[in-house]
């Protein structure tokens, strides 16, 4: 399964160049995420209230061309790894207009409790990730 997220570049989210600065990918990343459990029947805020959140423990991008204001662009996001204690989003980033790849990345999670220790993906949220990695 791959989720398709819609994001249409601020004018804040430039630097000097015209370009979209680069940390602002991640946060394109988080939206792909959100709207990726969404599509699976649950929310981050869920997760959380049930005492489990998912801290990044690694992320990487490789941008190919720059983003500019205005532009409308895809976010592209898929379930790479899955495990009971780590989980893993492949993410692309497409200019609506041309289709071009702007940028391409990657998170990494690791589920942990109100304690902030590791812990397992509680069954209910294991099985919808496991029916989207394999939709």
Same mark, same amino acid.
């Given at each position: 399964?791959?989720?398709?997220?819609?994001?249409?570049?601020?004018?804040?989210?430039?630097?000097?160049?015209?370009?979209?600065?680069?940390?602002?990918?991640?946060?394109?990343?988080?939206?792909?995420?959100?709207?990726?459990?969404?599509?699976?029947?649950?929310?981050?805020?869920?997760?959380?209230?049930?005492?489990?959140?998912?801290? &990044?423990?690694?992320?990487?991008?490789?941008?190919?061309?720059?983003?500019?204001?205005?532009?409308?662009?895809?976010?592209?996001?898929?379930?790479?790894?899955?495990?009971?204690?780590?989980?893993?989003?492949?993410?692309? &980033?497409?200019?609506?207009?041309?289709?071009?790849?702007?940028?391409?990345?990657?998170?990494?999670?690791?589920?942990?409790?109100?304690?902030?220790?590791?812990?397992?993906?509680?069954?209910?949220?294991?099985?919808?990730?496991?029916?989207?990695?394999?939709?």
């Amino acid at each position: 399964m791959s989720s398709r997220s819609l994001v249409r570049v601020r004018y804040a989210e430039t630097d000097q160049m015209g370009f979209v600065y680069h940390s602002h990918f991640l946060a394109y990343f988080e939206i792909g995420r959100t709207d990726y459990f969404r599509e699976l029947g649950f929310t981050y805020k869920a997760m959380e209230a049930d005492g489990i959140f998912m801290p &990044v423990v690694e992320c990487a991008c490789r941008y190919h061309l720059p983003a500019r204001y205005d532009d409308e662009l895809e976010i592209r996001t898929s379930l790479k790894m899955l495990s009971r204690l780590k989980i893993r989003f492949d993410y692309r &980033v497409v200019r609506k207009q041309d289709n071009a790849t702007i940028a391409e990345g990657s998170t990494t999670h690791v589920p942990v409790g109100r304690d902030g220790k590791p812990c397992r993906i509680p069954s209910p949220y294991q099985a919808a990730l496991n029916h989207g990695k394999h939709s």
